[in-house]
């Protein structure tokens, strides 16, 4: 089954609890941290997320654009993370950060912009519980879906299969209607989506409308893992 994550960073952040429960029955909700070093925009922080996990039952998957994070990852996962995805080019250490995060009781997930190759990272793969490749430069929400990721999302499809995992294998930017098939022909099977959900009139629906659309694609795929 494909899972969808509705990106709050096309929500109304003056109304984002709202916001979080106008996506309930999205599998998880996902959160853009961005610190303006990392990526050249500011979103959100520790205490928002915290609020956020008190304020909605749709498990937290936090995005963490910023630099040094080696450091604020944990801190994410005592806010009521679920899932928090560090990306590799920030992280000093990426294989004893990922096991903090597991050890605080949190999915561990890497990102990869799109110019940073996923071979490198390999070996590394039996760490993470999600691998999230970038189909946009990171930064904003309504960018246009960069089609020369999909070699990439094939090729990281190709080594978890390669080596047994179980990894979810998520993809961020540029997800809609128009899009989402050719991720999940390409090996995705978490899709985030920002505009595509909360541009849409009703949000819960659009959810629905990508799930069932991804599943045309992921339910007869070989890797399909049922989650
Ligand atoms: O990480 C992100 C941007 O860095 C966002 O999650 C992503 O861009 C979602 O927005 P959209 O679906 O509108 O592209």
Redesign the pocket.
């Known amino acids: 089954m494909a899972q969808i994550n509705p990106?709050i960073?096309?929500a109304d952040f003056a109304r984002l609890a709202e916001e979080a429960k106008a996506v309930e029955g999205a599998d998880w909700l996902?959160v853009?941290v961005?610190d303006n070093h990392f990526?050249p925009?500011l979103t959100l922080g520790v205490p928002i997320v915290e609020a956020l996990s008190k304020a909605t039952d749709t498990p937290l998957d936090c995005?963490l654009?910023i630099e040094d994070a080696d450091r604020w990852a944990p801190q994410y996962v005592e806010a009521g993370a679920g899932s928090v995805t560090f990306h590799a080019e920030a992280a000093a250490a990426p294989v004893r950060l990922a096991r903090e995060i597991r050890a605080k009781g949190a999915r561990a997930s890497m990102a990869l912009k799109p110019a940073t190759p996923i071979e490198p990272y390999e070996d590394l793969l039996p760490e993470l519980d999600m691998l999230l490749i970038?189909t946009?430069?990171?930064?904003?929400?309504?960018?246009a879906?960069l089609d020369i990721m999909l070699p990439k999302i094939r090729r990281t499809r190709e080594l978890i299969s390669k080596h047994g995992l179980e990894l979810w294998l998520q993809v961020?930017?540029?997800?809609?209607a128009t899009t989402i098939e050719r991720c999940a022909e390409a090996g995705a099977d978490v899709f985030?989506?920002?505009?595509?959900?909360y541009?849409a009139e009703d949000p819960a629906e659009a959810v629905r409308a990508l799930r069932a659309q991804a599943d045309t694609v992921t339910a007869s795929a070989p890797w399909a893992c049922g989650h």
């Open positions: 990106s960073l096309s996902h853009d961005m990526v925009n995005h654009m970038m946009v430069e990171p930064g904003f929400g309504g960018q879906f961020d930017g540029g997800v809609s985030v989506a920002g505009s595509a959900v541009g």
